[in-house]
């Protein structure tokens, strides 16, 4: 079992930055590819972004590329989601995911493929 807490999350303005980390205690022993997903009220939970256990592949959903980077440090068992140059779209609460990485290169961008989820922590970005 692996649990996931978030923290970071908040009210920013347009154009403004915040970064989400999340941390992992349990079986961290094991290789885990670790994702960001949100969630905006009345929408479906989509992908944000996602890193292999090694950190040396990273993958972003169109709408966050070039804004958001993720990032991971194995040693504190913590993956981060630094957010830039944020938009009202933005808004929404924002989850991190584990899944188990037999490979070093899996990642998945659905939600059910994702055996462990972190409760999630609010991003509202004001115009």
């Known amino acids: 079992q692996v649990q996931l807490v978030e923290s970071g999350g908040g009210l920013v303005q347009a154009g403004g930055s915040l970064r989400l980390s999340c941390a992992a205690s349990?079986?961290?022993?094991?290789?885990?590819?670790m994702g960001w997903f949100r969630q905006a009220p009345g929408k479906e939970r989509e992908f944000v972004a996602a890193?292999?256990?090694?950190?040396?592949?990273?993958y972003y959903a169109s709408s966050v590329k070039g804004r958001f980077t993720i990032s991971r440090d194995n040693a504190k068992n913590t993956v981060y989601l630094q957010m830039n140059s944020l938009k009202p779209e933005d808004t929404a609460d924002y989850y991190c995911?584990?899944?188990?990485?037999?490979?070093?290169?899996?990642?998945?961008?659905?939600?059910?493929?994702?055996?462990?989820w972190g409760q999630g922590t609010q991003v509202t970005v004001s115009s």
């Open positions: 890193i292999t256990w090694s950190g040396g592949r990273t």
């Open positions: 995911a584990a899944v188990r990485d037999y490979t070093g290169v899996y990642y998945s961008r659905r939600t059910s493929d994702y055996d462990y």
């Open positions: 349990g079986r961290t022993s094991s290789s885990y590819t």
